[in-house]
Structure formats: C-alpha cells, structure tokens
C-alpha cells in the first residue's frame, strides 16, 4: 500500500510541476496582437462606412441621375 501512495504522490507532484511550468509561459502575445488587429480592422471599416455615406449624403441629388 505504502508502494501505491508513493507512486500516486510522485505522479501527482510531477503533473503538478508541468502545470505550474504551462502556466508560467507566457501565452498573452497573440491574443493581445489578435485584439489590436481586430480593433484596426474595425476602426478601418467603420472609417470608410463613415466616408461612403458623408459622400453619398453630399451628392444625393446629383448621383440620381447615373
């Protein structure tokens, strides 16, 4: 029994240690560069949506004739 208690607690220690060792990686890079991607695109879009209907808004009533 006393076997079997050591080799659960070895087990159990060392898959401890590879947790804590995962952990302290850092792993935030590329969910930060993901985020300010996605914001830039967003921004983008948004920017040339605005543009498109400032410009359609100005030339409503020359654009009906095309």
């Given at each position: ?12 220690k060392?898959?401890?240690?590879a ?11 590329i ?23 400032i ?9 009906s004739?095309?």
């Open positions: 029994m006393n076997n079997l208690a050591l080799r659960l607690s070895l087990a159990a060392s898959h401890w240690e947790i804590k060792e995962h952990g302290s990686q850092d792993r935030g890079d969910s930060i560069t993901t985020i300010i991607i996605w914001v830039a695109a967003v921004a983008g879009a948004l920017a040339i949506a605005g543009t498109i209907g410009v359609i808004t100005k030339y409503n009533g020359k654009l004739g095309i």
